[in-house]
């Protein structure tokens, strides 16, 4: 039962560089969202995806784009890196419900560092 | 000032102990109130969550919030060492077309055998 997986676990970038966060459920949960987590910051939202064909912006989502390319994936790009981007990245699922829409399953998460 | 305070710890007990962690709020219309444990490395996972104010008991931990003080507390019993771990406090309120949810930092705690 592999749950929320995500690729790569690592990953070391360059200033201006680009990359995609692959994320995939298998609980046929209909929201994802993206979190990003830092030392004394607690988890932000970056980007959640409702249900699938929908994305809606969270607290923190300048310098990212997200694709919901199917119910089970839920991607994150970042097109031109920056050092403030240095974190962990955690991509979560929960099953809609009407009232509380609060994520119940992450997974373990990118560890990115830019250079 | 941040919507939610939480006690970085580290908190150290011994196994066996009742463990009682806590947050503080300011955000007077925050509805739902979530745990989360996350392991060292690992990504969180949901212990549970509460509407309103009252008590949740499921197995060894009871979630309580009290909503007059902004307060609300994780209780552990009979402590054990798998316990080890970082635990989140979160709460959401309505923002738009969704529930807003706000994490605090977490508090680490290290039950010792």
């Known amino acids: 039962n592999a749950g929320v997986t995500q690729t790569p676990k690592f990953q070391v970038l360059k200033t201006g560089q680009s990359m995609t966060l692959q994320c995939a459920q298998d609980m046929n949960h209909n929201s994802m969202y993206w979190y990003r987590q830092d030392p004394g910051m607690g988890l932000r939202l970056i980007y959640y995806?409702?249900?699938?064909?929908?994305?809606d912006k969270g607290e923190v989502p300048n310098g990212y784009n997200v694709s919901r390319l199917n119910k089970r994936e839920f991607s994150l790009r970042l097109e031109s890196a920056a050092p403030s981007q240095t974190s962990v990245y955690f991509c979560a699922s929960s099953e809609f419900v009407r009232i509380v829409n609060q994520p119940q399953h992450f997974g373990d998460g990118t560890r990115l560092s830019i250079l | 000032q941040k919507e939610v305070e939480q006690d970085p710890g580290p908190l150290s007990v011994p196994e066996g102990a009742i463990v009682s962690l806590n947050c503080t709020y300011s955000n007077s219309a925050f509805q739902y109130f979530m745990w989360y444990r996350q392991y060292s490395r690992k990504g969180p996972e949901l212990l549970m969550y509460t509407y309103s104010s009252g008590n949740k008991e499921d197995g060894r931990f009871t979630a309580q919030v009290d909503k007059s003080s902004k307060y609300i507390s994780l209780f552990i019993r009979d402590s054990q060492p798998s316990d080890s771990a970082t635990y989140l406090c979160?709460?959401?309120?309505?923002?738009?077309?969704?529930?807003?949810?706000?994490f605090g930092t977490g508090t680490k705690l290290q039950v010792i055998p």
């Open positions: 979160a709460m959401s309120a309505r923002s738009g077309g969704y529930q807003k949810v706000t």
């Open positions: 995806s409702a249900s699938e064909g929908t994305t």
